[in-house]
């Protein structure tokens, strides 16, 4: 079993910062992609970055310049750093994996998509 816990939301006003982490456990071979969603009241939840296995990323335009996705291969952890925060950045935040839970899932290109329980961040103006 592979689970993803999340940790780092919180209030900030307006300008601040806060880093997002989530943390992969269980059987892991290997980690094809890492992304951050959020959802905020009465909108559908939307992929704000990913990043791959080789260290590509991609964001959202909203957030472009402001916001960084990392990983730590060797912790199974993946980090959003948000700075430059916005009202409009409040949300649920949820991470997101692809994970290969062993060499032949690997190999076969097979993989278990795993969801964090969601953080808070809210941001005051």
């Known amino acids: 079993q592979v689970r993803l816990v999340e940790s780092g939301g919180g209030l900030v006003q307006a300008g601040g910062s806060l880093r997002l982490s989530c943390a992969a456990s269980g059987t892991i071979f290997s980690i094809k992609t890492m992304g951050w969603y959020r959802q905020a009241p009465g909108k559908r939840r939307e992929l704000v970055a990913v990043i791959t296995s080789d260290a590509n990323t991609n964001y959202v335009d909203s957030v472009k310049g402001r916001f960084t996705i990392s990983r730590d291969n060797a912790k199974n952890t993946f980090y959003l750093q948000m700075n430059s925060l916005k009202p409009e950045d409040t949300a649920v935040y949820y991470c997101?994996?692809?994970?290969?839970?062993?060499?032949?899932?690997?190999?076969?290109?097979?993989?278990?998509?795993?969801w964090g329980q969601g953080t808070l961040v809210t941001v005051s103006s």
């Open positions: 997101n994996a692809r994970i290969n839970p062993t060499y032949a899932d690997y190999v076969g290109d097979r993989y278990l998509e795993v």
